[in-house]
């Protein structure tokens, strides 16, 4: 099976930037979809994005674009979340995720979820 484990979290003001990584681990995530999705506390799993390890293809939510950027390092087997801009409502528990389908903007497109990382923006 495949392992996930998510860092780089913490706090950070309104405005402010962070990077997430996402390190993978067990069966190969070779032509695998991964991204990532975020949660706060009393609100369903939202959508933040994705890509192809094969091709680098991205695809995100409509309101994560122009500030969050997903790549991939293929030989580290890591994936990063590049988040600008960062505001209030950004605060959540961040999840790294891999599937079968690209894009896999949905939690049921999901095979292996992260133990997920806290991310708190102030103001």
């Known amino acids: 099976q495949v392992q996930l484990v998510e860092s780089g979290g913490g706090l950070v003001q309104a405005g402010g930037s962070l990077r997430l990584s996402c390190a993978a681990s067990?069966?190969?995530?070779?032509?695998?979809?991964v991204g990532w999705f975020r949660q706060a506390p009393g609100k369903e799993r939202e959508f933040v994005g994705s890509i192809a390890w094969t091709d680098g293809s991205t695809y995100y939510a409509d309101s994560m674009k122009g500030r969050f950027t997903i790549s991939r390092d293929n030989a580290k087997s890591t994936m990063y979340l590049q988040m600008n801009s960062l505001k209030p409502e950004d605060t959540a528990v961040y999840y790294c995720a891999t599937g079968n389908t690209h894009p896999m903007n949905v939690p049921a497109r999901v095979l292996y979820w992260g133990q997920g990382t806290q991310v708190t923006v102030s103001s």
């Open positions: 067990g069966d190969t995530l070779s032509n695998y979809p």
